[in-house]
């Protein structure tokens, strides 16, 4: 792509010498950025490339006016090429500015989550029911509303899958480790009477479907028996399951089928929660053409 024909096309919208030097300057800057992480042109660009770079910028200490140019600047180089039919897709067109993001989600870390599963006694019916939900709330990214809801029916033990209804329907695969706990607590600590499919799956002592309060009076037991100086809630758990896969190198896409997310951009405030190195795992987990 020969920017000149671009910096031309700048200059006859009325812009002033500045103004266009700085959109110009701005792709440059990306484009060499993506040949030397991805040795790609930047016809190739994808919005994770520039997810991470933003993500780049913003590790070097970019400032937010800086960076939400960067995006602008991208976003009306990407129109141009699509308006010249060089491209299908605008890649920038969903990127929010930073002064759109919201803060950080809180997380637990891996290890943290790895302490916190080693609390239940799954030798009681307590134990075993709260070891399958933080197993599950963990291992899907499925909200609070989303695990009181579900009914046995809704389960299906040997596939690893559940059937979730909400805000949007889905099937969410299980952990080994969540699916375990449901097959255990389901086979050896609910009553038979109370295990028909039209019958919520996490009940309380008392055979009742367990509620939001009683998920959070779960929550801040086990976060008194850890110690734990963080939040600890449903969401702290469903946000830990969306920055976790993303630094394991799952794709937007993906995090947007299973969490149920309205677009892939949704995910865009989980990747402001990686560290730095989890971009090498990007480079090497996005598709190339």
């Known amino acids: 792509m020969d920017m000149m024909i671009y910096k031309e096309y700048l200059a006859g919208r009325n812009l002033s010498e500045n103004t266009v030097d700085s959109y110009v300057y701005d792709v440059e800057n990306f484009a060499a950025y993506l040949r030397d992480e991805y040795g790609l042109e930047i016809l190739k660009t994808k919005k994770a490339h520039i997810l991470t770079y933003l993500v780049a910028l913003q590790k070097d200490g970019k400032s937010s006016s800086t960076i939400s140019r960067t995006v602008s600047s991208l976003r009306k180089f990407f129109d141009f090429l699509n308006k010249e039919d060089l491209i299908s897709d605008n890649p920038a067109v969903n990127i929010r500015n930073p002064k759109q993001m919201k803060r950080k989600p809180a997380i637990l870390t ?55 209804k909400g805000d949007k329907d889905r099937i969410i695969p ?77 794709d937007f896409g993906t995090l947007k089928e299973l969490m149920g997310l309205s677009s892939a951009g949704a995910a865009q405030n989980y990747l402001n929660t990686l560290e730095y190195k989890s971009l090498e795992v990007f480079k090497k987990a996005f598709p190339r053409e």
Request: charged share 25%.
């Open 174 to 250: 299980m952990s080994k480790y969540a699916r375990d706990a449901i097959e255990i607590y389901l086979k050896d600590f609910r009553r038979p009477e109370t295990t028909r499919d039209e019958d919520y799956l996490f009940v309380n002592v008392y055979g009742e479907p367990i509620s939001r309060q009683g998920i959070w009076k779960m929550l801040k037991s086990y976060k008194s028996k850890m110690n734990l100086k963080k939040e600890l809630s449903p969401m702290v758990l469903r946000n830990s399951f969306a920055v976790h896969m993303l630094s394991h190198g799952a």
């Open 110 to 164: 891996e290890e943290e989550i790895g302490e916190l599963m080693l609390l239940p006694d799954r030798n009681t019916f307590k134990g075993i029911r709260d070891s399958a939900m933080l197993e599950l709330m963990y291992s899907s990214g499925i909200n609070v509303s989303e695990l009181i809801s579900i009914r046995v029916g809704q389960v299906n033990l040997s596939a690893r899958i559940i059937y979730i």
